[in-house]
């Protein structure tokens, strides 16, 4: 076997090494020129394998039979490291689980010794040999001088053995942007010239100030109330002026906190439709939406509702009180829908109000009649709560409320003007003339005609009281005039002495009269004696009359359909008529106040949007929203498509007046 051959050896030679005697060199000369003659380099042992040696057997060795030992054992070695770990598991963010790898590393280090070894041709070489004869140049260049090896220092001499210049970089961490970005704040460009008179004007209300504060200190109050009472005074001074300066801001603040706030009816209003119309059979409802209240207004009544044409979420209420033995200031105030917690503007009135009007084109212009009788105008540009115009008893104001205000088209020296009617029995045309409120009479209302006013001493007949009116939508100089006694006039602005038709309406005052927005011959009326009539101007007799079994306040006609109108009743009720739906009863009849008592006073169509305002007896006014039916469009064949426009409004009023005009006629 070659286990024991090798055990064999390996004794001899440590016995050959333990046997050495320093007698042999004879024969070790001898050996070794033999050696050098025949090129064999013999060890220093060899006389010892000359002799026999016996062979040593371990006392633990096996004892194998030949068949054993002539069997032939196949080992295989393999490179795989013994201690490597075989169940190495890694988290997959593929598969989001735990997977086992496959492949392990089996390589161990035992030993690593870095070599020092340079390759000739390398550059690392080539470098080291440029240095080396730079040194060895300089050497000899050197002077031999004490001195100079003294200021000289010697240049350090890399080891040229076992040196290598190595370079190593550290890792840098990536580098990681981080941005916001903000809506930039709004931005306005403000620019003014500053002329002689415009310093001049600032200087001397600077001066003024400087005056006041100086009078002030030389006045020597007698009462330490007198100072408290001062120092109040200049404290809100400042803090209006503080004020000032963020109320623009504050009012934008406002509208957003309560949009959050009403985010719900908000959604209601721009996108809410009434699915359940579909299975009312042509009924409607109304879904309520915001409702407006002052607290400093909580007692008076909505006495007038009005909506700006240009700014269409922006109204006006007038608030008064209809019980006549308890009457006292009134209060103007303007709301927006985008802000339903707090007015927009408030004018205080010493007298109740009972009417106004807003102008088409210059919205910021208001209207406005009093119990009083007065009349005057307000501008929303102007600081202050003062009206810039005011009638009075100089310059002809009436003597008894004015019940009804509105706007004209300008006259021929482009001054505005507007008509009022009073229970005096005038009906009167303001004109803004300057600083001042010009009138004219137009017509002077009379049980018997109208009459103008006639000379000294002539009898005059017993007036009658107006209540409402309204001016013609296309022909300028017709308008109608509703009076206590229940009949409606039709008059002229330039025909005076006499009425154009009377109509015997109602049994009690006419509350309200309006022509409709599409037809020139239609309009209607309401009164206190229950019933809403429309009438055809043309005709004597009503064309419609309905019944609401309680006092109705006011009517008003939609502006997107020639028959549909609403009607408020003092029982808190609001009805909704679509002639050419329904032409016998309401299509909705809805309560819309949360007490009993509460009495509806008046109701306005928002001129674009599909909602109306309802203003009561306790301040309160309540913004309602139309469900698809009560703003139903008829519907197109197919393929034909409908016509748009007024032209169709009319056509749709002059087919249901055809149908009741049909039979007056054949009987004729």
Same mark, same amino acid.
């Given at each position: 076997?070659?286990?024991?051959?090798?055990?064999?050896?390996?004794?001899?030679?440590?016995?050959?090494?333990?046997?050495?005697?320093?007698?042999?060199?004879?024969?070790?000369?001898?050996?070794?020129?033999?050696?050098?003659?025949?090129?064999?380099?013999?060890?220093?042992?060899?006389?010892?394998?000359?002799?026999?040696?016996?062979?040593?057997?371990?006392?633990?060795?096996?004892?194998?039979?030949?068949?054993?030992?002539?069997?032939?054992?196949?080992?295989?070695?393999?490179?795989?490291?013994?201690?490597?770990?075989?169940?190495?598991?890694?988290?997959?963010?593929?598969?989001?689980?735990?997977?086992?790898?496959?492949?392990?590393?089996?390589?161990?280090?035992?030993?690593?010794?870095?070599?020092?070894?340079?390759?000739?041709?390398?550059?690392?070489?080539?470098?080291?040999?440029?240095?080396?004869?730079?040194? @060895?140049?300089?050497?000899?260049?050197?002077?031999?001088?004490?001195?100079?090896?003294?200021?000289?220092?010697?240049?350090?001499?890399?080891?040229?053995?076992?040196?290598?210049?190595?370079?190593?970089?550290?890792?840098?961490?990536?580098?990681?942007?981080?941005?916001?970005?903000?809506?930039?704040?709004?931005?306005?460009?403000?620019?003014?010239?500053?002329?002689?008179?415009?310093?001049?004007?600032?200087?001397?209300?600077?001066?003024?100030?400087?005056?006041?504060?100086?009078?002030?200190?030389?006045?020597?109050?007698?009462?330490?109330?007198?100072?408290?009472?001062?120092?109040?005074?200049?404290?809100?001074?400042?803090?209006?002026?503080?004020?000032?300066?963020?109320?623009?801001?504050?009012?934008?603040?406002?509208?957003?906190?309560?949009?959050?706030?009403?985010?719900?009816?908000?959604?209601?209003?721009?996108?809410?439709?009434?699915?359940?119309?579909?299975?009312?059979?042509?009924?409607?409802?109304?879904?309520?939406?915001?409702?407006?209240?002052?607290?400093?207004?909580?007692?008076?009544?909505?006495?007038?509702?009005?909506?700006?044409?240009?700014?269409?979420?922006?109204?006006?209420?007038?608030?008064?009180?209809?019980?006549?033995?308890?009457?006292?200031?009134? &209060?103007?105030?303007?709301?927006?829908?985008?802000?339903?917690?707090?007015?927009?503007?408030?004018?205080?009135?010493?007298?109740?109000?009972?009417?106004?009007?807003?102008?088409?084109?210059?919205?910021?212009?208001?209207?406005?009649?009093?119990?009083?009788?007065?009349?005057?105008?307000?501008?929303?540009?102007? @600081?202050?709560?003062?009206?810039?115009?005011?009638?009075?008893?100089?310059?002809?104001?009436?003597?008894?409320?004015?019940?009804?205000?509105?706007?004209?088209?300008?006259? &021929?020296?482009?001054?505005?003007?507007?008509?009022?009617?009073?229970?005096?029995?005038?009906?009167?045309?303001?004109?803004?003339?300057?600083?001042?409120?010009?009138?004219?009479?137009?017509?002077?209302?009379?049980?018997?005609?109208?009459?103008?006013?006639?000379?000294?001493?002539?009898?005059? $007949?017993?007036?009658?009281?107006?209540?409402?009116?309204?001016?013609?939508?296309?022909?300028?100089?017709?308008?109608?005039?509703?009076?206590?006694?229940?009949?409606?006039?039709?008059?002229?602005?330039?025909?005076?002495?006499?009425?154009?038709?009377?109509?015997?309406?109602?049994? &009690?005052?006419?509350?309200?009269?309006?022509?409709?927005?599409?037809?020139?011959?239609?309009?209607?009326?309401?009164?206190?004696?229950?019933?809403?009539?429309?009438?055809?101007?043309?005709?004597?007799? $009503?064309?419609?009359?309905?019944?609401?079994?309680?006092?109705?306040?006011?009517?008003?006609?939609?502006?997107?359909?020639?028959?549909?109108?609403?009607?408020?009743?003092?029982?808190?009720?609001?009805?909704?008529?679509?002639?050419?739906?329904?032409?016998?009863?309401?299509?909705?009849?809805?309560?819309?106040?949360?007490?009993?008592?509460?009495?509806?006073?008046?109701?306005?169509?928002?001129?674009?949007?599909?909602?109306?305002?309802?203003?009561?007896?306790?301040?309160?006014?309540?913004?309602?929203?139309?469900?698809?039916?009560?703003?139903?469009?008829?519907?197109?064949?197919?393929?034909?498509?409908?016509?748009?426009?007024?032209?169709?409004?009319?056509?749709? &009023?002059?087919?249901?007046?055809?149908?009741?005009?049909?039979?007056?006629?054949?009987?004729?």
């Amino acid at each position: 076997m070659p286990v024991s051959n090798n055990n064999v050896v390996a004794s001899v030679r440590k016995g050959s090494i333990a046997q050495k005697a320093p007698g042999a060199k004879s024969n070790k000369t001898s050996s070794k020129k033999k050696d050098e003659e025949e090129g064999v380099d013999t060890g220093d042992g060899w006389d010892e394998w000359s002799h026999g040696k016996a062979l040593t057997k371990p006392p633990d060795q096996l004892e194998l039979t030949e068949e054993e030992l002539k069997t032939e054992l196949t080992r295989i070695l393999t490179a795989n490291n013994p201690h490597a770990p075989q169940n190495i598991v890694r988290y997959s963010f593929k598969e989001r689980s735990y997977k086992p790898t496959s492949v392990v590393d089996q390589m161990a280090v035992h030993f690593v010794l870095d070599g020092s070894l340079l390759h000739q041709d390398s550059d690392e070489a080539r470098r080291l040999r440029d240095g080396g004869e730079v040194g @060895e140049a300089g050497e000899e260049d050197r002077p031999d001088s004490v001195a100079s090896k003294t200021d000289k220092k010697e240049p350090k001499i890399t080891n040229q053995f076992n040196f290598s210049e190595r370079a190593s970089q550290t890792l840098n961490n990536p580098l990681r942007e981080r941005s916001c970005q903000t809506e930039p704040p709004p931005r306005s460009i403000f620019s003014a010239t500053a002329n002689q008179w415009e310093i001049y004007d600032a200087y001397a209300e600077e001066l003024q100030k400087q005056e006041k504060s100086k009078e002030k200190q030389k006045a020597v109050p007698s009462k330490k109330d007198n100072d408290i009472s001062k120092k109040k005074m200049m404290l809100t001074e400042t803090q209006s002026d503080d004020i000032g300066k963020v109320d623009k801001a504050s009012k934008i603040f406002e509208r957003m906190v309560n949009q959050n706030i009403f985010d719900d009816i908000a959604q209601d209003f721009k996108y809410f439709e009434d699915a359940s119309d579909e299975f009312r059979d042509q009924e409607g409802t109304l879904l309520p939406l915001w409702k407006f209240q002052y607290d400093k207004a909580k007692r008076l009544s909505v006495a007038a509702l009005c909506w700006n044409k240009k700014y269409q979420d922006l109204f006006a209420v007038g608030m008064g009180s209809y019980d006549f033995s308890k009457q006292g200031c009134g &209060m103007l105030v303007f709301y927006s829908l985008k802000n339903s917690a707090f007015p927009e503007y408030i004018y205080p009135t010493s007298s109740g109000i009972l009417c106004l009007d807003i102008h088409e084109q210059h919205s910021y212009l208001v209207a406005v009649g009093f119990y009083d009788g007065c009349v005057a105008v307000y501008n929303l540009k102007e @600081e202050g709560v003062e009206p810039v115009y005011k009638s009075t008893a100089k310059t002809g104001k009436h003597t008894d409320p004015v019940w009804q205000v509105r706007w004209q088209n300008d006259d &021929m020296d482009n001054n505005h003007n507007f008509y009022s009617v009073s229970s005096d029995g005038r009906v009167v045309s303001w004109t803004l003339v300057k600083n001042e409120l010009v009138f004219t009479d137009i017509i002077r209302l009379s049980l018997n005609g109208a009459v103008s006013e006639g000379p000294e001493g002539a009898q005059q $007949p017993s007036i009658a009281c107006g209540t409402s009116f309204d001016f013609h939508k296309q022909i300028d100089y017709l308008f109608l005039v509703g009076t206590e006694e229940g009949k409606i006039h039709k008059c002229s602005k330039t025909y005076s002495s006499q009425y154009l038709e009377t109509y015997d309406a109602h049994s &009690m005052a006419v509350d309200a009269v309006k022509w409709n927005h599409f037809h020139p011959k239609v309009f209607i009326s309401c009164s206190s004696d229950w019933t809403v009539k429309i009438w055809d101007h043309t005709i004597n007799t $009503p064309m419609f009359t309905f019944d609401l079994l309680a006092a109705v306040g006011d009517v008003a006609w939609s502006p997107y359909s020639s028959t549909v109108f609403a009607a408020v009743t003092t029982d808190g009720t609001v009805h909704v008529f679509d002639l050419n739906i329904n032409k016998y009863e309401a299509i909705c009849q809805q309560p819309v106040v949360a007490k009993k008592k509460t009495k509806l006073t008046h109701i306005e169509f928002n001129p674009i949007y599909p909602i109306i305002i309802v203003g009561d007896d306790r301040g309160y006014v309540t913004s309602l929203k139309l469900s698809p039916n009560l703003r139903k469009k008829p519907k197109s064949k197919k393929g034909q498509e409908m016509p748009k426009g007024p032209e169709v409004e009319v056509a749709k &009023m002059e087919k249901l007046l055809s149908l009741l005009r049909e039979p007056e006629q054949s009987t004729v």
